[in-house]
């Protein structure tokens, strides 16, 4: 007998079978299916799908065979892989010196071998697609053809199974990052919080201190104080808002009245029915209520944020389709111009809109608006005319 040698890339070949991470695991139908469908094509009791190891020769699939695995110093697919062919035939074992007194042949009668190396894309040898049979045979050239065909299959399907797993821990590696960052960002943003709350208010301190006089320039610097601490808070609270959506969309659907949606709206935004009406038919919804709620509260929100109007009217209406519960929210204030409405769902763009109490927005809402309205299954638009006002109009998948 003579032990097969090694390749003269061998480091590279077994990191790359190493690669795949096929070693040891179970038997899967896929494979299976192949041997038994390769062992019906070539008429043979043994089909097997090899992996070589650096010392052994798994077999990741194994028809009319009991073995798992076999040293590697026996095997015939450590020959075949050296093999520069695209086919290692051995039509009898028995007359060829290389498996003389090989304990495979003395023991499992392994006469007849034609084995097909399973190459990867640098074209390294991970193992083999191969057939035995007890007594000395020939393969037809159309089986020969159909056994070097079946193999790049089996290949494809390493490929497969390696992307699907790379995938996969790729996903799993994006989900623990976001959560770390989910983590971060609530924590820093708590953190700044409490002594930004502590600069404003020590900023009114100074200012209403009846003993305290300043110059008009003092002043100025104080208020530049408040305000800067202002818009600060309001991005805080905007990346607060924006990192809790996910825990928004694992919510529940539930059956939701939208008038009593509605309601709760206009509750939470101390508005009278003069400032705030709806249009829903009394209609019920089967939606993910926190959520829906969650942008509506926003929309509104910016509708009398940005209404410079003596009188801010906001308009909720909802209809629903077959595919799409449809919500709208109207308003009657500055609107915005036709240059800027495509820009307004961008994240960190504020189109240096005013609000009413002279401030600038932080163009974080609207973007998560859109963020959770396309994780809801739906998408939303803007019409928008400068002096006379805006709507909103998202659809949410059934």
Request: charged residues 25%; negative net charge.
């Amino acid at each position: 007998m003579i032990k097969p040698g090694f390749p003269i890339n061998e480091l590279e070949r077994v990191s790359s079978v190493q690669k795949y991470k096929l070693l040891d695991t179970l038997p899967e139908s896929d494979f299976d299916n192949i041997t038994s469908l390769v062992a019906t094509i070539c008429d043979v009791p043994i089909s097997l799908i090899t992996l070589l190891d650096a010392d052994r020769n798994f077999f990741k699939s194994h028809h009319g065979l009991d073995l798992q695995e076999s040293p590697r110093d026996i095997s015939f697919c450590g020959h075949a892989i050296l093999n520069e062919d695209d086919i290692f035939i051995v039509e009898d074992s028995r007359q060829d010196i290389r498996f003389k007194d090989n304990p495979l042949v003395n023991g499992y009668k392994a006469i007849f071998y034609a084995g097909v190396p399973l190459r990867d894309q640098d074209g390294l040898a991970l193992g083999t697609l191969c057939v035995y049979d007890h007594k000395p045979r020939q393969l037809t050239s159309l089986q020969k053809k159909a056994l070097i065909t079946i193999s790049k299959q089996v290949m494809n399907l390493f490929e497969l199974r390696l992307n699907n797993r790379l995938l996969d821990e790729t996903k799993q590696e994006l989900i623990d990052r976001n959560n770390e960052l989910n983590k971060f960002a609530s924590h820093v943003s708590h953190d700044l919080k409490s002594p930004l709350a502590n600069i404003i208010s020590l900023t009114n301190f100074l200012k209403e201190e009846e003993g305290n006089t300043f110059t008009e320039e003092s002043v100025e610097f104080i208020n530049y104080i408040e305000e800067s601490a202002e818009s600060l808070k309001d991005y805080i609270d905007g990346i607060l808002m924006h990192y809790k959506t996910n825990e928004l969309l694992r919510a529940d659907k539930e059956l939701v009245s939208i008038d009593q949606l509605f309601d709760s709206v206009q509750r939470m935004h101390m508005l009278d029915d003069n400032q705030f009406k709806t249009n829903s038919n009394t209609q019920n919804a089967f939606i993910n209520k926190a959520a829906i709620t969650q942008i509506l509260i926003n929309l509104v929100d910016n509708a009398l944020k940005y209404n410079k109007k003596s009188n801010p009217e906001v308009l909720l209406n909802y209809i629903e389709n077959k595919q799409h519960y449809l919500f709208s929210v109207t308003d009657n204030g500055n609107g915005i111009p036709d240059n800027q409405q495509e820009e307004v769902f961008k994240l960190f763009n504020n189109n240096n809109q005013i609000d009413t109490s002279g401030k600038k927005g932080t163009g974080i809402g609207l973007f998560t608006v859109q963020s959770l309205v396309k994780k809801l299954g739906g998408s939303i638009a803007l019409q928008s005319e400068v002096g006379t006002g805006s709507t909103f109009k998202f659809t949410i998948a059934k």
